[in-house]
T-cell receptor, first 114, second 115 residues
């Protein structure tokens, strides 16, 4: 019954390491989004999943970034060989696709790359 | 392509003063416009959408297609309105060639309402 759940809430890693961020959307929401929130850059779209359709990966900044969604529910965003510029808050959101624009956001995962 | 511009990174007003947060957009089809708000230590949430023409917490926003704007207004600001505000755009469902599911956000305006 809770909202969108993300974990970990905070992650500190060393440059070059891989990280995985998890998102558990609201039950029944078929659409799932990942955004990146950086100071001065606003919200940057990363990737979108909708049902069984092919995901829209057009926002992923490099091939070090990937995401998957298993069973139409939980999603994992993976960043390989992290760089300092990857430091940001990664936000997940879900929605009922028929209600365009009404996204429900998680609290985010704050990633710090040292 | 979809683009949302919020020209002010920071906006500071006194309690009781009118406030207007500016938003301009670029989109070739029929846009859906939204305002999202993020209060301190809270998650980002929908404030209002143009299609419902509603007033939430005293805020209103009118879509001006001629000026491609969707400014957010409130006649008398309150301290609890202090937050980060994001304007966002999506294509209308059914628009051909458009990203009718993807929200494009502006960079946000941090509003501070001083006592």
């Amino acid at each position: 019954g809770a909202g969108v759940s993300q974990s970990p809430s905070n992650k500190v890693t060393e440059k070059g390491k891989d990280v995985e961020l998890r998102c558990d959307p609201i039950s029944g929401h078929t659409a799932l989004y990942w955004y990146r929130q950086s100071l001065g850059q606003g919200l940057e779209f990363l990737i979108y999943f909708q049902g069984n359709s092919a995901p829209d990966k057009s926002g992923l900044p490099s091939d070090r970034f990937s995401a998957e969604r298993t069973g139409g529910s939980v999603s994992t965003l993976t960043i390989q060989r992290t760089q300092q510029e990857d430091s940001a808050v990664y936000l997940c959101a879900s929605s009922l696709v028929v209600v365009a624009g009404e996204l429900f956001f998680g609290e985010g995962s704050r990633l710090t790359v040292l | 392509a979809q683009r949302v511009t919020q020209p002010e990174k920071l906006l500071s007003v006194f309690k009781g003063a009118p406030v207007e947060l500016k938003c301009n957009y670029s989109y070739s089809g029929s846009p859906e416009l939204f305002w999202y708000v993020q209060y301190s230590r809270q998650r980002l949430q929908l404030l209002l959408r143009h299609i419902s023409r509603e007033s939430i917490k005293g805020f209103t926003a009118d879509l001006n297609k001629g000026e491609t704007s969707f400014h957010l207004k409130k006649p008398f600001a309150q301290e609890e309105d202090s937050a980060m505000y994001y304007c966002a755009l999506s294509g209308r469902l059914g628009d051909s060639g458009g990203s009718n599911y993807k929200l494009t956000f502006g960079k946000g305006t941090l509003l501070t309402v001083n006592p």
